[in-house]
């Protein structure tokens, strides 16, 4: 199965900025498409962005602008860039990949908290 890992989520002040990284791994063959969501407490999920093998990104209009998706040398590696952060922002950001292998639907991983606080 394909495990998901997020990093570089904590505590950030209103305004600053953090990077949070992503790898997937164990894909037989290769990763099509990554990207990130996030669930605030009491909230749904929300998508927010999402980047192809070819380089091709969506965005979520809440966040365009102020958060950047990029692919990094390793193409199974993601990472999101968050900056102008608010404490709207706070909450678990989920880190989903897209396998090219048949039959095999998104992997995800386990959530990594970020909070915005002063």
């Known amino acids: 199965q394909v495990q998901v890992v997020e990093s570089g989520g904590g505590l950030v002040r209103p305004g600053g900025s953090m990077r949070l990284t992503c790898t997937a791994s164990?894909?037989?063959?290769?990763?099509?498409?990554m990207g990130w969501y996030r669930q605030a407490p009491g909230s749904q999920r929300e998508f927010l962005a999402h980047i192809t093998a070819s380089d091709n990104t969506m965005y979520e209009d809440s966040v365009k602008g102020r958060f950047t998706i990029s692919r990094q040398d390793d193409k199974d590696t993601v990472a999101l860039q968050m900056d102008s952060l608010k404490p709207e922002d706070t909450a678990v950001y989920y880190c989903?990949?897209?396998?090219?292998?048949?039959?095999?639907?998104?992997?995800w991983g386990q959530g990594i908290q970020v909070t915005v606080s002063a």
């Open positions: 989903f990949a897209n396998p090219r292998d048949t039959g095999v639907g998104s992997a």
């Open positions: 164990g894909s037989r063959s290769g990763i099509y498409a």
